[in-house]
């Protein structure tokens, strides 16, 4: 059946779909029983058209990067019935989060929605966002995405919460495929040219590298290979200066290292580890090997880039790229060629365990979906977030429509054709037949079926069918299945975790906030110039004598106190 011929039956009747699961290990407790029954309460008997009929229409707006789907997108409107709402979504274009968000402010009109970023405490202070606290009692759908401790986590000095985290939700039994966090990617040929060797350090990763670039310096088609690319536009230059936690095995807390024995906060800027890090970059980037554009190419222009299957490795978050970059190869069978990456165990030294990653949810507490003062029906507004939460429109978001996105097996577990993982991976099918929300609330892990896993990147069997065998074959040197596996899982770190959560939202109102918006400027100005710089001790010495005018030891104190904070608040719920 074709899905126009669906959509048409859908549209008048209850769509029937099957629940989800998938592959990885079980979840701490607090975890799966806070989000148990997220999806219960409200049923499609709850949602449904406004009583005269009308869909209504809602905008949104998130501070980052993102495509716009096609107004008659089939699924979108499936939901819009099913729920008798719609949101209208745009994306951030040409300005930074900050820039967009002071926009919105100095004319005073907002969406509905809003993603604000790191414009998110400009959007407070400005009072442009509701309180939501009362919805959130409302509605069971978002009440139960998070705990009472984590709830309270998000009120801000007035005691109201005013947005909601969209992430960070692992419903029922965790099932963990995918490597969503930061690593040194490095692509597949690589690893298979030099017989799948095991690699854990910085030099042996680097080494390799080297090798094969000097053995293949180009593609099948003669393209010139890049062996490693950098990304340092705005904020995500987090790819060139936070690695030395990860490297002194660490998680990613993102501003500081935080002592799990002592619960104290570390400068990872300052450690032997950040400066033998930047050297090798530095060593890097005189024998051609660093990507000369690295330090002023766009975020854009760095997806074109890995999309071409040029790059050989970097080091970046895996939804950071991930979800544009293996679609184009896919399209282009790049991935038969060994474009495809995965991501490695590096540390500084062979005694150093890595904590890439970490088991258990991430709670961001500096930026989430809100509500504005502009959305004229914030109780209709909340109940779509409420009613996109149940199963069956979550399957819908994340799955699409059964038989056409997807099939059911006799087992009931949900699979997908080769042709479907294509329709997926293709720019025009999804702008015009899938509408995911990808940036309203959501949730990972298991279904209420038992069965299957809420997306597609966690259910284990689709998961690795739907790998390229070229990517099925280097799991398999490894003895891995999945991109976890290629890094191995740590337990979730403590209750502070994550500290960037908190620095996200500092701003120069304090001591500590101010020198950190200076650290960041210091480190965009100067760590480009070590990594190129002839001189690579002088450099160092010289960005050391200004970093020390940053007043560091002001935001390090901020970080302890939030640190000591958040263990206080936590002991008062266990």
Not at 90 to 117: H, M, N, V
Not at 439 to 459: E, K
Not at 540 to 546: F, G, I, Q, S, T
Not at 548 to 555: L, T, V
């Amino acid at each position: 059946m074709k899905k126009k011929q669906l959509l048409s039956l859908l549209l008048g009747a209850t769509l029937s779909i099957a629940l989800l699961a998938g592959c990885g290990s079980k979840t701490d407790e607090s975890a799966t029983e806070t989000s148990t029954d997220s999806a219960t309460t409200t049923t499609e008997a709850d949602a449904g058209e406004t009583s005269n009929g009308e869909i209504k229409e809602f905008t949104a707006f998130f501070a980052v990067a993102g495509t716009e789907i096609n107004d008659d997108n089939e699924i979108q409107t499936i939901i819009a019935e099913k729920t008798g709402a719609k949101v209208k979504e745009t994306w951030l274009t040409g300005q930074t989060d900050k820039e967009a968000i002071g926009t919105f402010i100095a004319g005073g009109e907002y969406p509905d929605f809003i993603e604000g970023g790191s414009g998110t405490p400009q959007l407070i202070d400005a009072g442009a966002l509701v309180a939501l606290d009362d919805y959130i009692e409302k509605y069971p759908n978002i009440k139960a995405l998070f705990s009472e401790e984590d709830w309270n986590k998000l009120r801000q000095t007035d005691g109201h919460i005013y947005f909601i985290p969209q992430f960070g939700t692992v419903k029922n039994e965790e099932k963990v495929c995918t490597h969503n966090d930061e690593a040194f990617w490095i692509q597949t040929r690589v690893l298979k040219w030099a017989g799948y060797p095991e690699v854990k350090t910085m030099d042996q990763y680097f080494e390799l590298i080297e090798s094969y670039q000097a053995a293949n310096p180009t593609m099948e088609d003669g393209t010139e290979n890049i062996p490693y690319t950098i990304l340092c536009e705005d904020w995500r230059y987090f790819c060139l200066e936070n690695a030395p936690q990860f490297l002194d095995g660490y998680p990613n807390d993102g501003s500081v290292i935080v002592d799990p024995v002592n619960l104290k906060i570390i400068d990872y800027n300052t450690t032997p580890t950040a400066k033998l890090y930047f050297q090798k970059l530095n060593e890097e980037y005189k024998k051609g090997i660093v990507d000369p554009e690295s330090f002023t190419q766009t975020y854009d222009e760095y997806i074109a880039k890995l999309s071409t299957g040029r790059v050989l490795g970097m080091i970046d978050q895996w939804w950071d790229f991930a979800y544009n970059v293996n679609d184009a190869l896919k399209q282009q069978e790049l991935d038969a060629q060994g474009c495809n990456y995965v991501p490695l165990p590096i540390t500084i030294s062979e005694d150093v365990k890595n904590q890439w990653h970490n088991s258990g949810a991430v709670l961001n507490v500096s930026s989430g979906l809100a509500v504005t003062t502009s959305c004229e029906d914030v109780d209709a507004a909340m109940k779509f977030v409420n009613d996109i939460l149940a199963q069956d429109i979550h399957d819908l978001r994340f799955w699409g429509v059964e038989d056409v996105d997807y099939n059911v097996t006799e087992t009931g577990e949900f699979a997908r054709t080769e042709e479907q993982r294509m329709n997926a991976s293709d720019t025009a099918y999804k702008a015009s037949n899938l509408c995911t929300y990808s940036y309203f609330p959501q949730y990972t892990g298991t279904s209420d079926d038992g069965i299957n896993a809420n997306r597609p990147d966690g259910q284990a069997s689709e998961f690795y069918d739907a790998l390229h065998p070229v990517l099925q074959e280097c799991f398999a040197a490894y003895g891995a299945k999945t991109y976890v596996d290629m890094l191995g899982t740590n337990e979730s770190p403590g209750s502070w975790y994550p500290m960037w959560s908190f620095s996200n939202s500092l701003n120069t109102s304090t001591p500590g906030g101010t020198a950190w918006v200076k650290i960041g400027e210091v480190k965009h100005e100067w760590l480009p110039k070590i990594v190129m710089a002839n001189d690579y001790e002088g450099a160092w010495a010289d960005y050391m004598e200004v970093y020390k005018n940053c007043d560091s030891q002001a935001f390090l104190s901020e970080m302890q106190t939030e640190l000591d904070r958040r263990m206080a608040e936590s002991a008062k719920f266990n």
